[in-house]
């Protein structure tokens, strides 16, 4: 089983930046991919940014060149950096990690972006 505990979230305004964190915990033997997804209001719950296990990276073409996902191995943690946040950015944004068959899902972090 492995837990995950995301922080970082919160209100900001336009033009500004967050970073997300994501910690997994239990009884971990290798994270294959690491990454984020965000739900709004009303809408799907959408791929922001994954980070395979070779380091290689993925984006939403809205988040591309602002949005910056890095993984910590040896912590088990996967981080989002968020710049430049658009009102559009706002959502909960959810941490996602592959272990073995599985994919196990944070509960969420709320990040709302003021215009």
């Known amino acids: 089983q492995v837990r995950l505990v995301e922080s970082g979230g919160g209100l900001v305004q336009a033009g500004g930046s967050l970073r997300l964190s994501c910690a997994a915990s239990?009884?971990?033997?290798?994270?294959?991919?690491m990454g984020w997804y965000r739900q709004a209001p009303g809408k799907p719950r959408d791929l922001v940014a994954v980070?395979?296990?070779?380091?290689?990276?993925n984006y939403a073409d809205s988040v591309k060149g602002r949005f910056t996902i890095s993984r910590d191995n040896a912590k088990n943690t996967v981080y989002l950096q968020m710049n430049s946040l658009k009102p559009e950015d706002t959502a909960v944004y959810y941490c996602?990690?592959?272990?073995?068959?599985?994919?196990?899902w944070g509960k969420g972090t709320l990040v709302t972006v003021s215009s």
């Open positions: 239990g009884t971990i033997f290798n994270l294959g991919v």
């Open positions: 980070c395979l296990s070779n380091s290689n990276t």
């Open positions: 996602m990690v592959s272990h073995g068959a599985m994919n196990y």
